[in-house]
């Protein structure tokens, strides 16, 4: 499993991604170059506990939904229900082999990757644990 990071000094290009009003949410470059797959490929989707798991339909598949011209994806609103995935909503994409993985996106603390009770503070994630500690 290739789990991708924020860190563009890294050289890797971060991985959240909002769902807009319409349950669509863009597929990030770095995600479609390793699972090769670009504009108008069709993409099943299924469930695996409160993953998305997206995987390339084959082309004679016509019944999949595509991705656009601007590399979004609309995510079936079954699948958008069952995990409470509404507008505004932060996933984190990751990829496992060839398929491409979402889940909601829960941020960790920056000093002991707690994540109970995290909120930012001056641009960092910190548990309530840390940031008492700060006090």
């Known amino acids: 499993m290739v789990k991708l990071m924020e860190k563009e000094s890294e050289g890797v ?6 769902v807009d009003s319409q349950g669509r949410v863009v597929i990030p470059k770095r995600i479609r170059g390793l699972c090769e797959v670009g504009k108008g490929d069709g993409m099943k989707a299924s469930m695996e506990g409160s993953r998305i798991i997206l995987k390339k339909a084959a082309p004679d598949d016509t019944g999949s939904p595509r991705i656009d011209d601007l590399c979004r994806y609309t995510i ?13 909503v932060k996933l984190d994409f990751y990829t496992d082999g ?3 993985v979402l889940e909601k996106y ?30």
């Open 106 to 135: 829960a941020p960790a603390c920056g000093v002991c990757d707690s994540e109970d009770d995290v909120r930012g503070v001056n641009r960092v994630y910190l548990c309530g644990g840390c940031r008492g500690r700060l006090t």
């Open 13 to 18: 290009v971060g991985n959240i991604r909002t």
């Open 98 to 100: 060839n398929i491409i």
């Open 76 to 88: 079936p609103v079954d699948i958008r229900r069952a995990l409470g995935i509404e507008y505004g």
